[in-house]
């Protein structure tokens, strides 16, 4: 199975809270990462979380990881219609090969409609 | 400070061409790694270079290679291409310092099509 694993769709209304929920399977991840990416763009880096800590939070932004049931979700507060992209779930520890390199789950299409 | 740039912004190769794709690192950092973007999946990693040398590398054999430049910019090289290689190929850059460097910063990509 994937290492990293997201639901590939979901679909809110604008101004209710969004949840995107990741599953992965290394024990001995590290940091965990959600990144963003609109269409035809690249890749941008929302936030990350040490694997001592059990939540982060940066304005709207909510992250909360349970690790022993290696668990991580992104809440998105207020949910604008710029939120709409496409949202990556990853995880890198020492020895991913190179520096921390991550791995990405296949993404959440977020839709927010009016 | 600039963000990490890639050139070019897309490009069409027919199969068996070789491609070279073009990256400068954002200002200040030291490592640059590539990644493949298939079309609905997330990037896969090709590899990484720290001060010029290859320090770590994906599935990817090797017709896949790479260069980083004392500037730190770097590319990406792909002989014989295959149509499976059409993707959206990323580069990101980070600094790292005692091994550690666990914020990467990801360029636009470059679309690259192989008829």
């Known amino acids: 199975g994937e290492d990293v694993e997201q639901s590939l769709f979901l679909s809110v209304r604008e101004g209710d809270s969004s949840v995107i929920n990741c599953t992965y399977t290394d024990s001995s991840s590290t940091y965990l990462y959600w990144y963003k990416q609109e269409p035809g763009a690249g890749l941008q880096l929302l936030t990350y979380?040490?694997?001592?800590?059990d939540m982060k939070q940066d304005q709207r932004l909510t992250v909360l990881l349970n690790k022993k049931d290696k668990h991580l979700s992104l809440r998105i507060a207020d949910t604008q219609t710029g939120d709409s992209a496409i949202y990556f779930c990853a995880e890198s520890n020492p020895s991913s090969g190179g520096s921390y390199i991550p791995t990405f789950g296949r993404g959440t299409s977020l839709i927010v409609h009016p | 400070e600039t963000g990490v740039t890639q050139s070019p912004t897309h490009l069409i190769k027919t199969r068996g061409q070789q491609v070279t794709l073009r990256c400068s690192s954002q200002s200040g950092h030291n490592t640059v790694s590539w990644y493949q973007q298939a079309l609905g999946q997330g990037p896969q990693f090709i590899f990484q270079?720290?001060?010029?040398?290859?320090?770590g590398r994906g599935n990817f054999p090797p017709r896949f290679s790479g260069l980083q430049f004392p500037n730190y910019s770097s590319e990406l090289n792909v002989n014989a291409l295959e149509l499976d290689d059409s993707a959206l190929y990323l580069c990101a850059s980070s600094w790292v310092t005692g091994g550690v460097g666990y914020e990467q910063y990801f360029g636009p990509g470059t679309r690259l099509t192989v008829t």
């Open positions: 979380i040490f694997s001592n800590m």
């Open positions: 270079y720290y001060r010029e040398e290859e320090n």
